[in-house]
């Protein structure tokens, strides 16, 4: 009985492809197919509804219902029964389909007469393209076999439908590939850019879901498996692999021998699918579970279960990483995620980078500001729509990607683009002025780095100098703890480029989400507020020894500033300072010049240290504030968890009162204060920083121009009353007040 229904399913599938293989009309084929279905299977109708836009299926084609209906007859994503096999993404069979719950009765397709329905989604990849419905009028509930059957039509109609097979006279359904589409994300470097798609891992291509010879395709399946299997033994075997990848590769090593997964495979084959078809398949049913899952286990099982499938699916058709696809001139990365080391090696040729993970404090969004890329980053579906050599253009200021732009999107994008141009300009006529304020008051604007690439910036932005230089960033990129010669020749290059101007160095703040490659991952539940920063370089005092050491010796004798990270109390700081006093000790016992001045200050990132005892502001030689570490332990709201990282503003007024309360603290004492965190290059939030008394900002180099720009043009004296009476009103955030002053100041 199996090997009929084999025989019948492998016969079905060779009538697809010749309908295929004909050049009919994409209108012509869809007629084609539901016909020789219901032919196969012996139901009175066959229907295929493909998605018409998001959230509405259309009735594209149908063998039994009324004619009339096809294109006529839409439903919401959810509504019906074959809304709901669409919302769900799996199969529904029952035998009475009248009395189930949610049957809509559609008069127009002649349907009451049918009792029985089975409905099965037409995916690829885990995506939902549309809906196949084989209908009868007796009340039977459809066999497994048919069932089975018809999700292997199901999936080489997605296939057909990836390749444009039914596009055609503006009533079936269009390459998915060939249509605009906007993507929404979060941004996470602003710019915006015009180019064209590199797909960071390309995607492999199945031209040939259906074959004739099962025998050949099992034997293929098998070799590529077996290649696969190899492959990750010998991953495994090597002695570089560590803890975490050995688990990774162990979930992979389950996956190549698990039986179950072969065997669907082997029987989708014995249908009439080609290997990689099979493969696919597979692979379109762990990405839908994937979507469905709750647990991040089971959830992180199915992704590898979704690279592997990759693998596969390149050894299978040749398409390795190199697909033999050139770069395009303006290059676009699109990537699920990347690494920063991968994405220097990109280098500076990327005019824009699409993520569909990432995060905005991630190495790689850091590594993407250093090279003033437009970065967006959680982009559903990126990958999936994207195709090597499309167009796109990337709104880096309100995380969208037009991928295949209409010609209105084009003329409007580029209208942006030049306005952007013509601020850039603007900026630069400023490059060399002071940001002083309409009221006299000067603040100084310094530029946050962590890369040598970063250090030209220094000239073009018309910073006064580096008001942070994160060094965890060299250690980030690489894959083995640098030698101190090494760092030391880093930095003095870094101080020879910034050619006099100050560059305060922040020793290295590892930990939390900085984890470095080479050192023991420590499985903190908390790990923000875990041992990192400062904690790391006191408590185990080797590295930071060794940095501070190839920073005295990078100075050779030029003037050198050195910031501790994350100091949460005084004696962290006398600590950290002590480190510094003996390292001083012993390049002057070995006879190395010290720097002629050196300054030695402390971030403060924890409200504690806001209420340090006194003696503490009069001893450090500097405060720097790290608003984005305060700011989440002030509100309690992790940065990078997207649910609240956005939750409180930096112009509520219980934050604002806070870094006043500070400012106050360092007059009082005569203690240097600079703000460094993110918000400082927003310019309203510079603005009231400004206006509660802070002299000096650090901020990434591309935002100094319209931060100055907005200084430039303010009165502080005024702000700070906005800023008052908003706080006497009660106001939550002094965003709305100081919104509504700007704008009646033009
Ligand atoms: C900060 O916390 O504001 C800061 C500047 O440090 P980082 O973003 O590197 O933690
Ligand atoms: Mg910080």
Known sequence: MAQTFETESRKLLGRLRDTMAGDDPGQTRLDKIVDLIADSIGTEVCSIYLFRDEDTLELCATEGLNSEAVHQTRMKLGEGLVGRVARRGQV??????????????MPETGEEVYTSFLGVPIQRLGETLGVLVVQSKDAREYSADEVYALEVVAMVLAEMAELGAFVGDGSAMGARHSQPAMLRGTVAQEGVAEGHIWLHEPRVVVTNPIADDPHRELERLTEAVEELRVGVDKMLALAAVDKEQAEVLEAYRMFANSKGWMRRMEEDISRGLSAEAAVEKEQSLARSRMGQASDSYLRERLSDLDDLSNRLLRILTGQGSDTGAEMPADPILVARNIGPAELLDYGRTLRGIILEAGSVGSHAAIVARALAIPLIVHVDRATLESLNGDHVMVDGEQGIVHLRPDDTVVTAFRDKMAMQAAAVERYASIRDKAAETLCGSVVSLHMNAGLMADLPSLEGSGAEGVGLFRTELQFLVRNQMPRRSELSALYARVLDAAGGK????????IGS??????????DEPNPALGWRAI??????????????????????????????????????????KAEMDKAMDRERRLGHVLPEHIEIGAMLETPSLAFAPHKFFEEVGFLS???????????????ENERVRRRYDTLNVSFLSFIERIVERCEITGTPLSFCGEDAGRPVEALCLAAIGLRNLSMRP???????????????????????????????SVRPAIMEYLREQG
């Open 92 to 105: 529904f069979n029952t035998p009475d389909a009248p009395n189930t719950r949610g049957f809509r009765y």
């Open 502 to 509: 100050k560059v305060v160095f922040r020793t290295l703040d």
């Open 513 to 522: 989400d900085k984890v470095l490659p080479y050192m023991k991952p420590n």
């Open 535 to 576: 904690r790391v370089g006191l408590d185990k005092p080797g590295v930071l020894r060794m940095q501070l050491q190839a920073l005295l010796r990078s100075a050779n004798g030029r003037p050198l500033t050195v910031m501790f990270p994350f100091v949460a109390q005084y004696e962290e700081y006398t600590q950290a």
């Open 625 to 639: 504030i790290g608003g984005n570490d305060l700011k989440q332990f002030f509100f309690a709201a992790d940065r």
């Open 702 to 732: 591309a935002s100094i121009g319209p931060v100055k720009s907005l200084l430039r043009r303010s009165n502080l004296e005024e702000v700070r009353k906005v800023i008052s009476d908003a706080r006497h009103r009660g106001d939550m």
